[in-house]
C-alpha cells in the first residue's frame, strides 16, 4: 500500500510516496521527474516563486527516515539509481555507500592512498590500451582520464599524430 508523507521544508505544497512518487497538492497530480547526468530522478519543487532542483531518493528518505545523519548519503541497496522505494533506500556512510558502488558493479569514486602511483598506474594502462590499437579518446574514458591529461607522457601518444593546420601560401607559386 503506498504511504504518502510530507516533504520537509515544503509541508502543504508538496508530498513523496513510498514508492518514490512525488506530488504536488495544488494540482494534485503527480510531478514528472528528470534523469540527471548521473543517472539518479530529480524533480523542480517551487516554493515562494523559486524552483529548487531536488534528488527524488532524497526526498523520499528525508520524508520516511527522517533528517540525514552527519557525514551519511542517501544508498540504494540494489544499486539501481532510478528505484527510489523506501524499501531500497537507507542511510549510510560515504565508504559503505562506495562499498556498495563495488559490489554492484559500479565505478570506484574515491583514488588510491598514493595518488603519484595512481597516476603511474593509469599512464601504463593508456599505454597498453593504446597498443592493443584503442585510439586515445576511448583509452582515456576507460582509465578515466582526460585526454589532455594523457597527452602529457609520451608513453600514452604512441601511435597519436597532432592534427596539423593546412599550410598557407602567399598566393606566388616559384
Given at each position: 500500500?503506498?504511504?504518502?508523507?510530507?516533504?520537509?521544508?515544503?509541508?502543504?505544497?508538496y508530498?513523496?510516496?513510498?514508492?518514490?512518487?512525488?506530488?504536488?497538492?495544488?494540482?494534485?497530480?503527480?510531478?514528472?521527474?528528470?534523469?540527471?547526468?548521473?543517472?539518479?530522478?530529480?524533480?523542480?519543487?517551487?516554493?515562494?516563486?523559486?524552483?529548487?532542483a531536488?534528488?527524488?531518493?532524497?526526498?523520499?528518505?528525508?520524508?520516511?527516515?527522517?533528517?540525514?545523519?552527519?557525514?551519511?548519503?542517501v544508498?540504494?541497496?540494489?544499486?539501481?539509481?532510478t528505484?527510489?522505494?523506501?524499501?531500497n533506500?537507507?542511510?549510510?556512510?560515504?565508504?559503505?555507500?562506495?562499498?556498495?558502488?563495488?559490489?554492484?558493479?559500479?565505478?570506484?569514486?574515491?583514488?588510491?592512498?598514493?595518488?603519484?602511483?595512481?597516476?603511474?598506474?593509469?599512464?601504463?594502462?593508456?599505454?597498453?590500451?593504446r597498443r592493443?590499437g584503442?585510439?586515445?579518446?576511448?583509452?582515456?574514458?576507460?582509465?578515466g582520464?582526460?585526454?589532455?591529461?594523457?597527452?602529457?607522457?609520451p608513453e600514452?601518444?604512441?601511435?597519436?599524430?597532432?592534427?596539423?593546420?593546412?599550410?598557407?601560401?602567399?598566393?606566388?607559386?616559384?
Open positions: 500500500m503506498t504511504k504518502w508523507r510530507s516533504i520537509p521544508g515544503y509541508e502543504g505544497i508530498e513523496v510516496s513510498s514508492f518514490g512518487d512525488v506530488k504536488t497538492l495544488r494540482l494534485n497530480r503527480l510531478c514528472r521527474p528528470t534523469k540527471t547526468r548521473y543517472g539518479y530522478l530529480v524533480v523542480g519543487l517551487f516554493k515562494d516563486r523559486i524552483c529548487r531536488r534528488l527524488v531518493h532524497t526526498l523520499v528518505a528525508l520524508a520516511f527516515l527522517g533528517p540525514k545523519p552527519f557525514k551519511h548519503d544508498c540504494h541497496w540494489n544499486g539501481i539509481k528505484d527510489n522505494r523506501l524499501v533506500l537507507r542511510y549510510a556512510t560515504r565508504k559503505e555507500n562506495e562499498a556498495d558502488k563495488l559490489r554492484h558493479g559500479g565505478k570506484r569514486l574515491f583514488r588510491d592512498d598514493n595518488p603519484t602511483a595512481t597516476a603511474k598506474a593509469a599512464r601504463e594502462r593508456i599505454a597498453d590500451l592493443m584503442i585510439c586515445l579518446s576511448n583509452a582515456c574514458a576507460w582509465v582520464v582526460s585526454r589532455r591529461a594523457a597527452l602529457k607522457y600514452c601518444r604512441i601511435g597519436y599524430q597532432k592534427r596539423r593546420s593546412p599550410i598557407k601560401t602567399s598566393g606566388v607559386f616559384a
